[in-house]
């Protein structure tokens, strides 16, 4: 995975953040958790929230990034941080809550990897994560298509960090069988940019991050940078007021183990 860099991704904290504060109103107060596991916690904020929120409750927070975790360790909160990777995770004991902000969809296989998850919890324990529905957005296909172009192309094409959003339905199947309830919901937040190349700056912090680490040419870097920032701004032109428009769908899954 790419190296994660704590300052660029918290450039947005506002639009990065709204989501993750969504889906945690809908955890229900009742649960009452003692075990809660943050998956791809990054800096930490979320499940800093979490222990706030369950003074009770042992918190963790787990993320394959050694420069996020090092900021998530700087916090006070009583949060034991591990460094790792979710496709490998095996709790040593059933949580009560699994939380995950924006960092599934990075992930193979959803029909194994959910049920998998749902099925380390504690009975009655809850899943609830959020993924950005990323690949079908018209910026992901924009960035798919400048990347297919050279000279930057032979370096690129073995990239494949994103894959399609499979279907709502179909993660109501993939998890039914395991759960009491499977709630699930998508959500288009409409982002008001701002900034010369804003898109492109958005992207630095998360989607561009595999593309920038297979080119480590500053040249080749910095004109794959420029063509993408050329690409972008036809397909989002700013705005008379100087801003420009990204909306985000994204994926919320609330789902209760049996």
Known sequence: MASWDPEIYARDKAYRDRPALDLLMQIPDSLGPRVIWDLGCGAG??????????????????????????????????????????????????????????????????????????????????????????????????????????????????????????????????LSDHCREVDLWSTTYLHVLQGEDPVVDWMTGTALLPYLDALPDPRLRSAFLGALGDSMADAFPARADGTTLLPLPRLFILATRT
């Open 45 to 174: 904020e979320h499940a800093a929230l979490l222990a706030r929120r369950h003074p009770g409750a042992r918190v963790f927070g787990l993320d394959s990034s050694p420069e996020m975790l090092a900021r998530a360790r700087s916090r006070s909160e009583a949060v034991t941080w591990v460094e790792g990777d979710i496709a490998a995770f095996a709790p040593p004991e059933p949580p009560d809550l699994i939380f995950s902000n924006a960092a599934l969809h990075w992930l193979p296989r959803h029909d194994q990897l959910l049920p998998r998850l749902v099925s380390s919890l504690a009975p009655g324990g809850i899943l609830a994560c959020q993924m950005p529905v990323a690949f079908e957005s018209l910026h992901h296909e924009v960035l798919r298509q400048v990347a297919k172009t050279e000279p930057w192309a032979g370096h690129l094409q073995r990239l494949a960090p994103l894959r399609p959003t499979p279907a709502l339905e179909n993660y109501y199947g993939w």
